[in-house]
């Protein structure tokens, strides 16, 4: 009995430091909350719910060909919403993307179909023409005093036309199938060992970076995350990571469009949190006046902020129009720019600045498509559709204006 008495207390021992970290983790959710810090949850949520809702629905949703094409479809929006959470971190908008994403699908195909001029040089013209835009809205907003709202305005009617005049009477100009710019949505890996070995070198590199960075944090005296957090998160990317190669393989395979789109976001968001640079962005997003008086170089960085709008919104464009093969005025109707702002805003972006991440770009892009893809098993029409990511979008904005309130009232708005 005795035994068995110590036994039992040196169990109840090795579990109480768990339950503590359970309970510590808990007790900052319900901090953060009130706070006016939701992060990703609301968004997560929102996918979640989504998912099991249309699966309920259409056993057709999770399918692997349905994910496939899924998988595919969000990059070109997901592309622009990566380039507006940047304007929204500095508390602007960007309204141009989505005629600077049609401008470069026809500048590519005008060059390229009507020129005869080689695809990679094509699409490097296509890509310059979108960043050069982004700079001439954000040295108009920047140095000059026009309001982004106005600026941005005036360039979605301006590059809209020039789209239009590119395109020519026939409002659309197809290209081959079997070029650089068709294969960004139409190449998919298929071979075990690159799409499982992706999904480790991805989940290993993600350890590596977590690791070395609680070291450098750790040594400089700063609070870093237990190690024990690291490979709990890396666990969950390695089985999300698994399980997405193994649905989307037993389809066609892993989508060079998805890798791609991945790749960017990772590399914003590395850049955005990692150097000073970005650190600049978000502090601008915080407050003008304390930037300046940090000395950030608030000129410098609206016109970047802008450029990289613009350039992401023309790679954008080239995978929409990959997607078609061919370039048309759909990019600049209207409905592509809705879909990438309300994309960035539901994924957990402000619309007041300085709190975000390119992986809203994601995870709102998800949600929206998700919806869409789903009415579309249904058959439910398109009215209803807007309808309810209008609903989406509202309710999205609501949390984010709650948000702002409670950080206000906590002297942290």
């Not at 350039?311 to 990438?340: C, D, E, K, W, Y």
Request: some cysteine.
């Amino acid at each position: 009995m005795a035994v068995r008495g110590r036994r039992r207390q040196w169990n109840t021992g090795r579990l109480k430091p768990y339950a503590g970290r359970v309970g510590a983790y808990a007790g900052a959710l319900r901090r953060r909350l009130p706070a006016g810090e939701l992060g990703p949850v609301p968004a997560l949520l929102g996918l979640a719910v989504t998912w099991i809702v249309f699966q309920a629905l259409n056993d057709n949703f999770l399918s692997p060909r349905n994910l496939s094409v899924l998988s595919v479809d969000i990059v070109g929006t997901g592309m622009i919403a990566v380039g507006i959470v940047f304007v929204l971190l500095i508390g602007e908008i960007d309204l141009s993307v989505g005629s600077l994403a049609g401008l470069a699908g026809a500048v590519f195909a005008a060059l390229n179909v009507n020129l005869g001029m080689p695809e990679w040089l094509a699409v490097i013209i296509a890509v310059v023409c979108g960043a050069a835009a982004g700079a001439v809205h954000g040295y108009s907003f920047a140095k000059i005093g026009v309001p982004a709202f106005v600026v941005t305005l005036a360039g979605l009617l301006a590059w809209n036309g020039l789209m239009l005049y590119l395109l020519g009477p026939e409002t659309s100009i197809n290209f081959s199938e079997d070029g650089l710019v068709a294969e960004l949505t139409s190449r998919y890996f298929s071979a075990v060992a690159v799409t499982y070995g992706l999904a480790v070198l991805g989940t290993a590199a993600y350890l590596l970076v977590s690791l070395h960075d609680r070291g450098r944090r750790s040594a400089a005296g700063m609070p870093c995350r237990p190690v024990r957090e690291i490979w709990a998160r890396t666990a969950l990317l390695a089985v999300v990571a698994f399980v997405s190669v193994y649905v989307l393989g037993r389809f066609e395979g892993l989508p060079l469009a998805l890798l791609i789109f991945l790749a960017v976001i990772v590399a914003s968001d590395l850049f955005l949190r990692r150097t000073p640079y970005g650190r600049q962005i978000l502090a601008l997003g915080g407050g003008v006046e304390a930037a300046r008086r940090s000395g950030v170089d608030v000129t410098r960085v609206r016109i970047s902020v802008f450029m990289v709008s613009g350039t992401l919104a023309a790679v954008g464009g080239l995978f929409v129009a990959s997607r078609l093969t061919s370039a048309s005025q759909v990019p600049g109707s209207g409905m592509l720019l809705i879909n990438a702002i309300a994309a960035a805003i539901i994924g957990g972006t402000s619309l007041f600045g300085g709190r975000g991440s390119t992986w809203s770009a994601l995870l709102g892009v998800l949600i929206i498509q998700s919806i869409a893809s789903g009415m579309a098993l249904l058959g439910v029409e398109p009215p209803v559709q807007f309808m309810i990511t209008g609903g989406v979008l509202y309710t999205a904005v609501v949390f984010d204006s709650l948000a702002r309130r409670a950080a206000d009232s906590r002297g942290r708005g």
